[in-house]
Structure formats: C-alpha cells, structure tokens
C-alpha cells in the first residue's frame, strides 16, 4: 500500500514538471508570436510587399539633336534590357546558368552584378542591354524558370555620324551606383543616363526629360499580375546646332590619320559650321554595356576624348604676326610703308635669332613681311612694341581667356609676360620669339578662328555660337582701327596669291585672305632632312582663312599636329574646304 502511494506521488510530481516544461514552452510561444507580430510586424509585412511587388524604372527619352539644316544628328531607338530584382529569384544557381547560356555572358560577371548592390533591392538590376529580338524571345519562353528575371524597353542614343561628330555631340553614360553620392551628380538616380562631353553634356538639363516608373504586382512565381501605380515619363527637349552636318562629314574626313583640328565659322555672327577634332571617338561605345574591349581600342589612340578644337593649347606661331602688325600700326612704331631689313638673322643680346629664310629676305615693308611671314622683320617691330603692349593688344583681342563657347572643356591659353615668368628675369630675346607666336604663348584653335573672324569683318568678337537656339552675341573688338584691319587684310590676301606663302589654297574665281604658320615644337637645328626627323619632333601645320576677302562668309583654322609646313600641309585642306562649300552650298 505504502508502495503504491510512493509510485503515485512520483507519476504526479512527473506530470507537473512536464505541465511546467509545457508551460514554458506555450510561454515562448506566446512571446516569439508577440515579438514576430508587433516588434517586427512592420519590417516583415514590408518585405512580404516587396516580395510582391516590383518597382521598374524607366528612362525618360533624351531630346534629339538636329544640324541647322534640322538633319538628324542624334536619335532615339528602342533598346531591350534585361533586369533581375536579386529578391524575386528562386534558384539563383540555375537562374544565373540558363541566363549566361542565353545572353552570353559569364556567369561570374551575372554574379557580381547581382551581389554588388544591396540585398533589399527591388527595383531592379541592369544585367545585359541592346540584346536582339531573338534572346527576349529565349528569356520570355522560359519565364517560369527566370523568376525576379523582366524584360525592360528603353530608349538608347543613335549617334548619325558617330565619329565625325563626337566631339561635338558627346555621349551618354550611366550613372553608377558609386557615384550618386557625390556632389555632381546629386540630381540624378542610379541607372540614369548623363550627358558627358559636347552638347549631350552642355545642354543637359534641356535633352534629359524626366524619368517615369511603374509599381507591379506579381505572383509567388515572379510572373507579372497588375499594374498598381505608373508615372510616364516626359521626353526632354530638342537642341538645333549651328552645325552643317554635311560639312561637318566632309571635314572630319580631312583629318583621317592626322592628328589636329578643324573649325568653320560664319564670321558675320559667330556660329560654328563645323568643328572636327581627330583622333575621334564612336559614342556608341559608351552606350550600356560598355565593353572592355571598346575601351582598350579606345586607349591605343592619341588623346581621343579630348576635343583639340578648344581644349588643345598650341603655340599659334606666324598666325600671331596678325596681331603684332596690327598692334605696330595702333601704336605708331611703324607704318605700311616702311621697311625694315631682314638679313636672315638678327642679334639680340648675346644670342642669334633667325628667320626661317636663312638668305633674308632685305628690306620689307609690313605688307611683304606678312605675306612672306618674315622672322627678322616681326623680331624687330616686337621689340620696338615691347612685351607690355603686346600683351595688351593680344588681351583685347581675346588671348588668355575663354571665348565662352557652349561647350564643356574649353581652355583659356596663355599669354606669357614679365609677371608671369617669375622664376627669371623677361629678356629681349623673350619678346622676340612672342612676335612670332613661339615662347610660352599657347592660344587654342577656336581663339585663332575667333581672331581671324574679327577681322574678316571689320574688327567684331563674336562668342562662338554652337545652340542655334541662343542668340549672336557681340563680347567684344578688335583694338585697333577699321583702316588698320584693312590694311592686314589686304596683307592677307597677298598670303594667298602666287609668291605668298599660302598659294596652295588659291582657287580660281574666289578670293582668299590667309595666313600660315609652321610651329616649332622643339628647337633643332636647321636641316633638309625633315622626314628623318621623328614624329613627335616635327613641326605643327596651320593656317586661318575667309573667303570671299571683300564679303567673307566662312572664316576657318586647319591645325595639323607634326604635319610640316603650313602652307604646304594645311592651306590645301583650307582650299579643299572653300570649293566644298563653292560646290554644295553655291553662295559665293
């Protein structure tokens, strides 16, 4: 009997500690529900949501870009875009496989582009872009197997002339996700596109439009089921150049395996016709994706992102003779007619200054001197002027600074004075060699096509003028006297004659006004051997011009980097330009 109460007591004392143990167990319960339910109830139901619902981005369609003609330069076309929401797929093993067999691409690369970004992404993540019909057909059909994998359209830029125009079109590129944070580009989104380079960058805020979105519903297999919100985008604005894009085709293929720049201008307002700046690039490489490939092709040429026609800084060489000779006659140190002699050379302190006709060409007046582009006879009025008027002079005719272009990357140039060479005293032989345009004087092509405009017409600084949209503007004046400048016109005419310097770009029936130049990039010395002399070492080719010299319609400047004389390498091209112009356009 006493047994038996024991056993009892036992089999009881067993039951509570197992009522206890579930006790304590329905207590856990009860709190994992209530914490699960009220502490995180709010971030669970928001990941359910996203889970379920999708949130697409679309780019707004940029504004197109027209010549002034209103031809095409840059367009729209519809471009087909893979996207993956990394929260939507099921199996990313088997996703990532079946998709680098389709698109492909490396699996690492698919990869590291899905767990580069935050986890709890779910607008989307670019993975391939431009794919052909064929795949999105692929990617469609096996839509059961791609869970969190959308088919996109956007638009994707079309660049006309691609390389011809580059510098002058720009490109497009997209933002990274790195990038967002800085300062720069605090005003766009990660997967926007941005204007780099040329008018795509300069005119941005006009061509970018605003950026829509749509907010899906799908099911527990990825497939979309409702629309909820959509905001459409709102295509940007249209921009007209003052470009002539067949000229602008025509020119960029004088330059083909050269190095240098080209621009036409109407000097009556300043608009640019065309601008070509070689080695070029093909803006579509920058389109997404941008292959490793393309930038390695990209990185064997010369500098081919910079634009030489206002970013380049050379010494303008002869070309600056127009201004020293126009400077001569304001001030009153010579005159036309006076003549000063050249002997082929001319000491100056303790060293010899040459001309580049070593048999001197005798006694000049001003107009021979130019249309000969006489060393000696600038060496000597140079220093007649002296560096502080020089200086002046090339201030007010819009050296140094910038022109104001509407282009991004423009530089301002030097002009070189005794404030400026600290480090050593300024010497005459210094202000010789900045009669001739050599020293440290750097200008860039479109200061020498601005300079060569006003005085085409009669002494007016247009800003160069690249937005038709935008209005001529007058920012300034040669300064010197209409008479002054009619006198170097005439001078320049002269350059362009049958014993001048700029004879190769004479045409019959067209009057031109010119000047060459032939920069000195190192100092050798003076030898026939020119072609043994290696590239980099030889000398700069120029030449500005308009035409016709009594009504000028076209003013231009033909920089050819080692090219050689200037007359003989860029005076042709010039020429080739004029009879284009003659030939298609018919105004003259």
Not at 26 to 39: A, G, H, M, S
Not at 209 to 232: P, R, T, Y
Not at 350 to 366: T, V
Not at 387 to 401: L, P, Q, T
């Amino acid at each position: 009997m006493l047994h038996n109460k024991k056993e009892t007591a036992n089999i009881k004392r067993r039951i509570k500690n197992v009522a206890w143990i579930l006790l304590a167990c329905f207590l856990v319960i009860i709190f994992r529900l209530w914490y699960l339910q009220l502490i995180r109830g709010n971030q669970f139901r928001d990941r359910a949501k996203s889970n379920r619902i999708r949130l697409i981005h679309i780019n707004a369609q940029r504004g197109c870009i027209y010549d002034r003609y209103k031809n095409v330069l840059v367009k729209n076309v519809s471009s087909f875009n893979v996207l993956a929401v990394p929260n939507g797929i099921k199996d990313i093993g088997a996703t990532v496989k079946l998709l680098s067999e389709i698109l492909g691409l490396e699996r690492t690369f698919i990869m590291r582009k899905l767990y580069d970004l935050n986890s709890k992404e779910y607008s989307g993540i670019k993975l391939a872009s431009n794919i052909s019909l064929e795949k999105v057909i692929l990617i469609e059909e096996r839509g059961s197997l791609l869970s969190g994998i959308f088919i996109q359209i956007e638009p994707r830029r079309k660049y006309i002339l691609g390389e011809s125009a580059a510098h002058i079109t720009g490109h497009v590129r997209q933002i990274r996700k790195g990038k967002i944070e800085k300062k720069q580009y605090h005003i766009f989104q990660y997967n926007e596109f941005k204007g780099e380079g040329g008018v795509e960058e300069a005119a941005n805020d006009f061509l970018k439009g605003s950026d829509g979105g749509k907010q899906i519903e799908v099911n527990s297999k990825g497939e979309h089921v409702a629309l909820l919100v959509e905001k459409k985008p709102e295509r940007g604005s249209n921009v007209i150049l003052t470009i002539d894009k067949h000229m602008q085709e025509f020119v960029s293929k004088l330059l083909e395996d050269k190095a240098g720049a080209i621009i036409v201008m109407n000097p009556q307002n300043g608009d640019i016709l065309a601008m070509a700046s070689s080695p070029s690039y093909d803006p579509d490489i920058f389109n997404a994706p941008v292959l490793q490939t393309n930038l390695n092709a990209l990185g064997k040429k010369a500098a081919p992102l910079l634009n030489r026609a206002i970013s380049a800084l050379y010494a303008p060489g002869s070309i600056f003779k127009i201004l020293i000779a126009a400077a001569g006659l304001k001030y009153h140190v010579v005159t036309c007619p006076q003549k000063l002699e050249c002997k082929g050379h001319l000491k100056i302190g303790e060293g010899i200054f040459y001309c580049w006709n070593r048999s001197g060409h005798g006694y000049m007046n001003m107009r021979n001197a130019i249309k000969d582009s006489c060393d000696v006879y600038f060496y000597r009025l140079g220093l007649l002027l002296g560096v502080n008027r020089i200086v002046d002079f090339a201030d007010k005719c819009g050296f140094g600074k910038l022109t104001g272009i509407k282009l991004p990357g423009e530089k301002s140039g030097l002009i070189p004075d005794k404030n400026w060479r600290k480090k050593r005293a300024w010497y005459s032989g210094d202000t010789a060699l900045l009669s001739i345009g050599q020293s440290y004087l750097l200008v860039t092509p479109l200061q020498l096509v601005s300079l060569i405009s006003a005085v085409s017409n009669g002494g007016t600084i247009y800003r160069p003028r690249i937005l038709l949209q935008t209005q001529p503007e007058r920012i300034g004046k040669l300064p010197c006297s209409k008479k002054i400048i009619g006198e170097i016109r005439k001078a320049l005419c002269e350059v362009v004659s049958d014993k001048g310097t700029g004879k190769f770009a004479q045409i019959k029936g067209l009057e031109i006004a010119g000047k060459t130049s032939t920069v000195q990039v190192v100092k050798m010395k003076h030898t026939r051997k020119y072609r043994k002399i290696p590239y980099k070492f030889r000398d700069h080719a120029m030449f500005v011009a308009f035409a016709p010299a009594k009504n000028p319609q076209l003013a231009l400047v033909v920089v050819v980097e080692h090219g050689g004389e200037g007359g003989k390498v860029a005076a042709p091209i010039a020429k080739q330009i004029f009879k284009w112009y003659m030939k298609n356009r018919t105004i003259f």
